[in-house]
């Protein structure tokens, strides 16, 4: 058989198949008077990938709003990073309240 050709229309075709968007998740980082920076940088760093700048940056922001988006996944991946984080942190003797919010699916 001969090398298949692709046309126009078939171009046109493909780019007009979408796949269908997965629902977004917020996960919200709160700040508390007893988790420490270096405890909120370092799980920022391991559980949400974040470099050490951009982890010191949220938990700035954190520090002084009340709060913050420290990522967004899908529902299942956010709801590990959120479980993961608030494992560590009791283990570690702290209170940080981390959760899932829906932002919807843009």
């Known amino acids: 058989m001969g090398v298949m050709s692709v046309n126009q229309t078939d171009v046109a075709v493909a780019t007009k198949i979408k796949t269908p968007k997965v ?13 420490t920076f270096d405890f909120v940088i370092g799980v920022l760093m391991e559980i949400f990938d974040k470099d050490q700048p951009t982890a010191a940056a949220l938990t700035d922001l954190i520090h002084h709003t009340g ?3 420290v990522g967004r ?13 608030v494992s560590k942190a009791r283990q570690n003797g702290y209170p940080l309240v981390c959760k899932v919010e ?3 699916d843009d």
């Not at 629902?23 to 988790?35: G, L």
């Not at 996944?73 to 984080?85: C, F, G, L, M, N």
């Open 23 to 35: 629902p977004k998740y917020a996960v919200v980082m709160y700040n508390d008077d007893v988790t």
């Open 102 to 104: 829906d932002i919807g």
């Open 67 to 69: 709060s913050a988006e």
């Open 73 to 85: 996944y899908s529902r299942e991946v956010a709801e590990v990073k959120v479980e993961e984080t």
